[in-house]
Nanobody, 124 residues
Framework: QVQLVESGGDLVQPGGSLRLSCAAS????????MGWFRQAPGKEREFVAG????????YYSDSVKGRFTISRDSTRDTVYLQLNSLKPEDTAVYYC?????????????????WGQGTQVTVSS
């Protein structure tokens, strides 16, 4: 049984930082491209960041480039998302997902497994 379990979401002030974690189990972690998506109230789910199977390549949406960093630890089967310089518009439920495609996809329908999400709220 595949499980992706996110953690680390919280209420933070504008300009603050958070680190999200996603622990994977029940799959061969290094066989999957990992991605982070987010969904704000009333909006569609959007791609945030992705990382290759080896961890050597990362790809970010324009809205988070330079502020967020994705990484993975194969010894812990965990993917991370470091969120810096947070803005109110970053408020959303953040989901991690696993994909078997060989490239970093930005399309949610190319991700096979999903976590339950963790809430990030940026507000003063």
């Amino acid at each position: 049984q595949v499980q992706l379990v996110e953690s680390g979401g919280d209420l933070v002030q504008p300009g603050g930082s958070l680190r999200l974690s996603c622990a994977a189990s029940g799959l061969v972690f290094n066989a999957y491209v990992m991605g982070w998506f987010r969904q704000a109230p009333g909006k569609e789910r959007e791609f945030v960041a992705g990382i290759s199977r080896s961890g050597s390549r990362q790809y970010y949406s324009d809205s988070v480039k330079g502020r967020f960093t994705i990484s993975r630890d194969s010894t812990r089967d965990t993917v991370y998302l470091q969120l810096n310089s947070l803005k109110p518009e970053d408020t959303a439920v953040y989901y991690c997902a696993a994909s078997l495609v060989v490239y970093i996809s930005t399309r949610s329908n190319e991700y096979k497994y999903w976590g339950q999400g963790t809430q990030v709220t940026v507000s003063s």
